[in-house]
């Protein structure tokens, strides 16, 4: 089985990998996307539940084929595919039976063993099955799916519980490999339900990692910038560089840029018009506020919008309020980025545009 280009992955985050999310990130230089963990059992016995996880997936197809749109600067067509499911899950009959609802309209199927939230601890999976006493368990599950599925079977892990835990990390991936992953991504922290950054991520894990394998290793962790992103793969010699919480207030990172905050709002906006029934409105208005608040979180109108934004009650709203109040609050020749007093500098090395906000309608 061929494997999707592994360079810039979009990660999986809970309730933020949406489908016009995704589709934002592919067109501005992000090479992989996966959509959030998905639970086995709630795709197999919640119909709810599959049904509309089945209509983000397949949403991404639906728009790439849309013959009626002429509009050459707003085309999807490349963007829609390659695409990852993840799912997570301690049963390896269930973990398989759930990917064969979705492994046709995706890429391949991904292994979360790095979730560290509460409910991954009482429910035992993701990140609290790197133990070695569970060791047999998930080398069960990846071994079941490489054999029983139609496309490539990957992981996502964290940081073995260990004295040495670069050594143990390495062990555990010589063990996913030798069950069938086709590449394994290490985030390398280890699992904390309080906190979920607990330091920085330790990266010679991931060259260690790297080292130790045959197939390839996504590094995750540790980027904010697109410079950050070229670290991060010299110091590992990783294959791709997966980046998750900074996308989410730049999802132009990828292709080394910042955009103006309004108009990448704007943009998302129109993928979730062109994908009705797609993404949850409270899942956009929290889109919005991070690319606000990822450059502007420190002005002193951003309370104003934060509160503003959770009342509304459609994107017609959310347009009105980018358009008419955040324009004027921002004054009406504010430049994308005042390197004098912006919260985000320009010596990172990424690209800032020029555009001018000005001329919008208050």
Known sequence: ???????????????????????????????????????PSRLLNDREYLEFHLRDIQAQIALSGDENDVDDSSSWDGYARPLIVQLCGNNPELVVRAARQVQTHCDGIDLNLGCPQEHARECHFGGYLLGKQDWPLVQSMVSSMSRSLLVPTSAKTRLCPSSDPRSATATFGQLLEHAGASWVTLHARHVSAKRRRQGAADLDAVRTLKETLSVPVISNGNVRTFDDVRVNLECTRADGAMVGEALLGNPTLFAGDLPDPVLISFEYLDICKRLPDVTPLNIMRTHVRRFIEFQCSRRPWYPKFRGAISECQSIGDIEDLLHRKVARWRGKTAKVLDTKDDDIQGSSGVHVREDVLGSVET
């Open 1 to 39: 089985m061929s494997l999707p280009d592994l360079t810039h992955v979009s990660a999986p985050m809970v309730n933020q990998s949406d489908a016009p999310f995704r589709l934002l990130t592919r067109r501005y230089g992000a090479t992989l996307t996966y959509t959030q963990m998905l639970e």
